[in-house]
C-alpha cells in the first residue's frame, strides 16, 4: 500500500487512484530528461509550472502532452524573439521567420510560407547572427517548435565567448523563455492535457 497521501496538494485531478498519478511518475512515463525528473521531485504540476525556470522543458512538456500547436508555436516564437538582440542590424531573416510563424497562427500565413522563411532564416550567415537565425527558424518550424527553447538558449553564446558568461547568459535565457511559455500556455491548459493523457 502506497504511503502517499492524495489530499494533500494532489498533482492534478486524480481520476484512478490504484495508479500513480503525481507529475514525477508523468513524467516518467512520457520519458522526460533524467535533469527535469530530479528537478520535479514531489512538486505538483501548479508549482512546478510557476517556478520553473527552463523553458526548454515547458516547451518539451507542452508537445509531449498535445497542447494546441498554434500555443507551443507562439510560445516558441517569444523564446526566440529576444535572440534577435544578437543579429546584425539589418539582417532581417531571423525577425521575419518569427513574424511569419505568428502569421501561421494567425491564419495569414502557410505552413510554406513558414519553411521558406525558416529556410532563409537558416541561410542568415552573420557569425552573430546565426544562433538567433537558428532559433527563430525553429520556432518558425511548427513541427519542431518543442525544441525552440533550446536553440533560444544556445542564442546567448552569441554573447560571449567565455563559459561563465555564456553558463550567466544561457541560465537567463532559459529563464526568460520560461516566463514567455508561462504567458502563453496557460497552466489549465497544462493540467487539462495531463488528465486526458493520464485518465
Known amino acids: 500500500m502506497s504511503s502517499y497521501d492524495y489530499h494533500k496538494e494532489p498533482s492534478i485531478p486524480i481520476h484512478h487512484r490504484n495508479r500513480s ?35 526548454d522543458w515547458m516547451l518539451w512538456l507542452a508537445g509531449k ?12 516564437c517569444a523564446c526566440a ?3 534577435l538582440a544578437f543579429v546584425p542590424a ?35 550567415d552573420a557569425a552573430y ?15 519542431y517548435a518543442a525544441y525552440a527553447a533550446y536553440a ?7 554573447a560571449d565567448a567565455a563559459y561563465a558568461a555564456y553558463a550567466a547568459a544561457r541560465t537567463e535565457s532559459l529563464r526568460t523563455s520560461a516566463a514567455a511559455v508561462r504567458a502563453m500556455i496557460p497552466l489549465a491548459a497544462i493540467v487539462e492535457a495531463l488528465n486526458k493523457r493520464f485518465a
Open 129 to 143: 547572427a546565426y544562433a538567433a537565425a537558428y532559433a527563430a527558424a525553429y520556432a518558425a518550424a511548427a513541427a
Open 65 to 76: 502532452i498535445d497542447i494546441d500547436r498554434k500555443l507551443i508555436v507562439l510560445a516558441a
Open 90 to 124: 539589418g539582417e532581417n531573416r531571423p525577425r521575419r521567420a518569427i513574424e511569419v510563424a505568428r502569421g501561421w497562427c494567425a491564419g495569414t500565413a502557410t505552413l510554406d510560407d513558414v519553411r521558406a522563411a525558416a529556410y532563409a532564416a537558416y541561410a542568415a
Open 21 to 55: 498519478h503525481t507529475l514525477h511518475d508523468q513524467l516518467v512515463a512520457i520519458a522526460a530528461c533524467r535533469d527535469a525528473v530530479e528537478w520535479v521531485g514531489t512538486r505538483t504540476i501548479e508549482r512546478a509550472w510557476a517556478e520553473c525556470e527552463r523553458g
Open 152 to 158: 533560444a538558449a544556445y542564442a546567448a553564446d552569441a
Open 81 to 83: 524573439e529576444p535572440a
